[in-house]
């Protein structure tokens, strides 16, 4: 079993950059998928990016890519989501998610641990 918790969140300008990190407790963190989703006011929870377990694979929502970057490190037993040129679409509150597996996993329900989630407002 796996804790998360997500840090880094705050207010920024349109164009501008944050770095989430999502800190994972247990000895095991290197045998999970990590995730990023985010959720919008009165919409459903969206896929962000994802990562292997060592981190050699990675990948992105069309909507972030190019701007966004994922990023683990096993040793510190964190995950990050580097987000640069920001939009005020970007605007919710972001959940880190674990999974036990070798591959990515893109879909909610295929995550079985979530961190509470850190709020990100981008202002125009």
């Known amino acids: 079993q796996v804790q998360l918790v997500e840090s880094g969140g705050g207010l920024v300008q349109a164009g501008g950059s944050l770095r989430l990190s999502c800190a994972a407790s247990?000895?095991?963190?290197?045998?999970?998928?990590m995730g990023w989703f985010r959720q919008a006011p009165g919409k459903e929870r969206e896929f962000v990016a994802a990562?292997?377990?060592?981190?050699?694979?990675?990948y992105c929502a069309d909507s972030v890519k190019g701007r966004f970057t994922i990023s683990r490190d096993n040793a510190k037993n964190t995950v990050y989501l580097q987000m640069n040129t920001l939009k005020p679409e970007d605007t919710a509150v972001y959940y880190c998610?674990?999974?036990?597996?070798?591959?990515?996993?893109?879909?909610?329900?295929?995550?079985?641990?979530w961190g509470q989630g850190t709020q990100v407002t981008v202002s125009s």
């Open positions: 990562i292997s377990w060592n981190g050699g694979r990675t």
């Open positions: 998610a674990a999974e036990l597996g070798l591959r990515l996993f893109r879909l909610v329900d295929e995550y079985d641990y």
């Open positions: 247990g000895r095991t963190f290197s045998s999970y998928a």
